[in-house]
């Protein structure tokens, strides 16, 4: 079938239902007011008569069975927002750009055959009435975008709030009253040093972080001509299968299991379990998203997590003592709650043999207890309930979770979130130019979830994690002077960036960062 004939153009008008207008706050950076420009450049630019050519919609290269996909419960219980990736690469010349254009474009449309509900919308099934996702090949959006700024000169060189604005901002709230939202959009950057940012939004009602890895490594390895080492589950049934009878006792962990259902968190105060029309969408303005939130990258190499592991119980994990020891560390500073709360992101995967399941199986397991019992004494006090939470996760607690989530919404109880995206392999996705030099997922924005944290792999591949942590502005400033918190770890440093200047062109070239102690 011929590709060309399958892509389309955004048309205009359905492209300005995407478009974003966001403000700048007064209290904003030079180099956030350069994140904000190129998002708002991004957006007007929809919509240039001149520029169309620049954005497609790529729709799988052999037509799929059109199909429906009930959500499942799992699916449902999370909020409807985007998954923001991005990948930095600093060696695409500008006579190479159109090229990895054409490539990773094409590509895409291959891979869209075996991972169809990427390809889908998010729309009312008139046949049961509920938001589903439609498998109709209506394709994802592309779009290349071209900023007339140096990367070095914005904050897209370390770990930021402002990194979402590398991929589309959509609405991600269906509606009836609006198009149907679409399961992936893409977005090629290029700034005038050169540098390429490949940006990607994902629905998270659609897939988790693993799913979006599979279909990331899946993409590159097209793209290189590769044939796929894995073929994709869809099929949500065997996951969610009927439950009767399924206790939820087991739902927290700490000194009061019953204290909360197994889901404590997946919102704020006020975020509804289906928020309101504009609660996730474009119409929102970047001060909205942000507002008193602000994001640090903190690495943890080997010689960090061996002093953390010392200091904690044997059989204890790198992600375990990281959370503990960061968690901890917060909640001493944080005494507004008399009662230590947060919530591990754990993937079932495992307990059901299901490595290449491309849905949402990553459920939340609850640690609620009191406050003084997690961050007084020792870092093995804190230790244990977050140990024994991942113990916990297991597939008795994974059927009782299912019955639990098909009775109602979430909680609206206010929590820290953590989950961990370091084996995702972001540094491996190499489209045939070299592999990225920065690369990394953003938790969902602040207004949403104000305090989540993050474990991505670190740039130098294997060499421990960089975890974003989001918090409050003021919190967070507090913590980076905690002596406790400094003592161990380092924080993230933007990268060293050079520019080689030459008659045709300004290219950029980095280095690895260089990480100081916090």
Known sequence: MDLGAQQQRIPPHASELHATNPVVSPGTTSADSTAVKICRQSARSLVKEEEKDSFWVVVPEEAQEERWISLSVLDKFILPIYIPVYLIYDAISADCFDSFVDKVRHSLAKVLVPYYPWAGRLKKNPETQSWDLHCDNGGAEFRVVHVDEELRKTVFCRPCLQLRLLAPRLNAVPREDAPPVAALSVQVTRFRCGA???????????????????????????????????????????????????????????????????????????????????????????????????????????????????????????????????????????????????????????????????????????????????????????VSPVHEAVKGADEAYFRAFVAYAGRGPPSKERAMAVSSCARMGLYDVEFGYGGPCFAGINPPVPRLVPQFLLFLPNASKGDGFVVYLQLDKALMNKLLQDPEFSSIGAKYEPLSMTIDNDEEEERVTTSSPQHSRI
């Open 196 to 382: 390429v940012a490949l940006g990607c939004s994902f629905h998270h009602q659609c897939g988790d972080a693993h799913a979006v890895s599979m279909f990331m490594q899946a993409w590159s390895q097209l793209t290189r001509g590769e044939t796929l080492s894995q073929d994709p589950i869809h099929d949500r049934s065997a996951f969610v299968a009927a439950t009767t009878g399924a206790s939820v006792s087991s739902a927290s962990t700490g000194s009061n299991p019953s204290a909360a259902p197994p889901a404590a968190i997946v919102g704020t105060k006020s975020c509804p379990s289906t928020p309101a029309p504009a609660s996730d969408s474009g119409e929102s303005s970047v001060e909205d998203d942000f507002g008193e939130s602000c994001m640090e990258g903190l690495v943890y190499d080997k010689e960090a997590l061996r002093e953390l592991k010392a200091m904690a119980p044997p059989g204890t994990t790198s992600f375990e003592a990281v959370t503990a020891f960061v968690v901890r560390n917060v909640m001493k500073l944080d005494d507004s709650d008399a009662m230590a709360k947060f919530v591990l992101m754990v993937d079932f995967r495992a307990c059901f043999d299901a490595a290449t399941f491309a849905g949402n199986l990553a459920l939340p397991k609850a640690v609620i207890m009191p406050r003084a019992d997690f961050v007084d004494g020792p870092l093995a006090n804190s």
